[in-house]
């Protein structure tokens, strides 16, 4: 049911708890679906959330039993919205679910809000987070590589942005700062992991990360002598900007 609200439209979706109207899921009415008081407060915190939540911390505000229980709520709510053709489903990203609206939608709803805004990246920032995603965790040093000129402002761009973090050290000499992807990084491109990046199985170059491989580094690194001053000034200005 359709109501108007401040001006714009908001769906109100009553649970139906008449015993004359609890007739199997085949039988109801289409856009019509039956709804119990899990199912109605799983919709309701995929609703509110503006991130993609985990399993068992859906399970916690919905009051539900387990993981279990909600990955079997959300197969029925997408079942329901397929059948339904609603706008809208439940989709698994960054090792969470999230409801968002189908892709056939993004040029409208682009409109309204500023998705593009936040992905739209400078040919040269997409080309670093591509090496950064497909390589990591990589040096500065292996992506200027890669790409043949220096990254530092790249990085930093990336990082301000939070696609990009420091995600360790590499145990070389002078112990350079490895970059990795964030969990927004997945969220805004819609990858539920890594793996799910175009050709990741012929493109992803995976290595052994260092044993002290954190969230974030837990020390200043001490920077070899031997090692260039440009180089070592260039990731302390990336570290104060993570």
Do not use: C
């Not at 969220?187 to 170059?205: I, K, N, T, W, Y």
Request: proline share 5%.
């Amino acid at each position: 049911m359709q109501s108007t609200v401040a001006g714009g439209f908001g769906w109100n979706f009553r649970i139906r708890r008449e015993a004359e109207s609890l007739e199997p899921l085949a039988t109801l009415v289409p856009g019509h679906f039956l709804r119990d008081d899990k199912m109605a407060r799983l919709e309701a915190a995929l609703f509110v959330s503006q991130d993609a939540l985990p399993a068992r911390r859906l399970a916690h505000v919905a009051t539900l039993a387990d993981a279990t229980e909600v990955r079997t709520l959300i197969k029925r709510l997408n079942e329901f919205y397929d059948a339904s053709q609603t706008a809208f489903r439940v989709e698994r990203v960054a090792a969470g679910y999230q409801l968002l609206t189908r892709p056939e939608f993004a040029l409208w709803l682009g409109k309204l809000h500023h998705r593009q805004a936040e992905l739209k990246l400078s040919p040269s920032a997409m080309e670093t987070l591509a090496i950064v995603a497909y390589r990591q965790p990589v040096t500065r040093a292996n992506i200027e590589a890669v790409r043949g000129v220096q990254s530092t402002e790249m990085l930093k761009q990336l990082m301000d942005r939070n696609l990009v973090r420091i995600a360790g050290n590499e145990e070389t000499l002078g112990r350079p700062f490895l970059y990795g992807t964030t969990r927004l990084f997945l969220e805004l491109f819609g990858l539920q992991s890594l793996e799910s990046l175009p050709m990741a199985d012929r493109l992803r170059v995976t290595k052994p990360a260092a044993a002290d491989v954190s969230e974030e580094p837990e020390a200043e690194p001490e920077i070899a002598g031997s090692i260039g001053t440009d180089a070592s000034e260039a990731d302390d200005e990336l570290k104060q900007s993570a």
